[in-house]
């Protein structure tokens, strides 16, 4: 089956900045798709080039197997593209917008019940005439959100939708997306919120400085990193040792966090070795990794 | 809520539709600040009717039969033709890129020759309504029925299109409203201002006379004022000439930006 996207080989420059350094991979038709990665690392720049915002210095993209820049009628007719800044035009209501959006698309009238369903669903009827510039700013990012699906796309690209998006709002996207995946829409959702992706995501990708450090389902991202986490309180007056000491990976007053390799370091031994140091541990917790322990692995860096 | 994929809008190689809601939505635009975008032009161009007649009708007679005001009427609608075409296309094109709402428009099924037929025609639009507008409120000071109305229309829409698509190259080229102020300010203003709005030509020291047959709004200025008097300095098959020739080059300039994405699909 063709490929929902295919991104082969792509790289951006801006003057000296190498932003996507020959970046390549497929999602596949119905995937719920995670782009991850740390600011800047080219995740944006990606989708621009993916919706025609921006021209690739190297390299091809195609949407449902038409070329972005050859075919880009029919690339751009079978994408949805949510940007992650908040822009509008402040001339029109809010169905005005969704209605120009349509008819750029080339749907007409007939797309007008579509684009009643989207305000009710996305809870707008009530603004619907409003200019979208007295909306506040979680209403204006469910806009772009009907914006993005006036043409009722097979492909949809959420770019950060919930940065800066209260709780609330952003249970309601994600039930929202979920949705649209479920009526056999493909979705690729870029997220700083790594507990969303783990959450909504079948296979994640993780970019960092242009490049893809790594592509796998979710489940198995989280199985093929062995190692867990041990959380204690401990006090006495002991020093910890130097085979304890090199595991601890955050420490807070009298917590210690370390960091155990599956059949590699046991928490027997752990345990036996602080008491042999003097110590008394007064609480243990252990913690499996998140997608967050293994971004910060593989981009070597938190995300700032 | 999903829906089988529309073949036919996928084989589609032409965008009618897209291209029309462009245009509709390029012309709702200025007629949502009428005020701004064909009033105010109005009354700027009776206030230059109003002080030229009243100091110059005695003195200048520029052509036989012709009073001052006459001939100054045509100019002042032309004057105000180029003025707001040029300010429809630069102005919506420079504020949807510095809004970042013309990822919009990006993100659409249009190709550069419909994007630009959309915004062009619906300049063309405002430019006629500033036109009327003011044609007829000419008509209290000087009622003026047009000796060759189908000159003065095609180089109506002829002069109108020239500068939609010169708007849409600097408003291509804008970073920010500035470089638009200036553009019209150093460019727009002083070409349309020396091109013979007020006076003939002929009336100039030589040099000046032979400078402003370089000047391509001299001819828009000169074959719109045949069409309403049915003589003028220059033939009217040379202004229209000259006008598609300046059309041709602006468009090819206008359509190669659009086509690569220059400034715009970075
Ligand atoms: N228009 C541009 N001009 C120059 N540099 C840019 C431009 N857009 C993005 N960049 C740079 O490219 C890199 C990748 O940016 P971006 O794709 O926005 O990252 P992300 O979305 O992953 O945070 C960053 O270093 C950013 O500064
Ligand atoms: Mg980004």
Redesign the pocket.
Known sequence: MTQAIRVEGVE?R??A?H??KGVSFGIEQGEYFGLL????????????ITAGL?RASGGHVSVMGHDVVGAFRPARQSLGVVP?EIVYDPFFSVRDILRIQAGYFGCGREAWPWIEELLERLDLTDKCEASIRQLSGGMKRRVLIAQALVHRPPVVIL??PTAGVDVELRRTLWEFTRELHAAGHTIVL?THYLEEAEALCERIAI?DH?ELKALEKTGDFLARHPFRFLRLSIDGPGTVPPAIERLVCARDNDELELRLTRGQDSVADVLDGLRDAGFRVTDVHTREPSLEDIFVELTGDSDE | MNSPVDQAALARRFNPRGTWTLFQKEVRRFLSVIGQTVLAPVITAVLYLLVFQHVLEDRVNVYPGVGYTAFLIPGLVMMSIIQNAFANTSSSLTQSKIMGNLVFLLFAPLSAAEIFVAFVAAAIVRATCVAAALYAVGWLFIPLPLQAPLAAIAMLILSAACLAVLGLIAGILAQKFDHLAAFQNFFIMPFSFLSGVFYSIHSLPEFWEHASRFNPFFYMIDGFRYGFFGVADAPISHSVGVVILFFVLLSGVALQMLRTGYKIR?
Request: proline share 4%.
């Open positions: 951006k801006y003057g900045l932003a996507l990665g740390p600011n800047g690392a080219g995740k944006s720049t990606l989708i621009n921006v992650q770019d950060e870029t970019m242009g | 970075s």
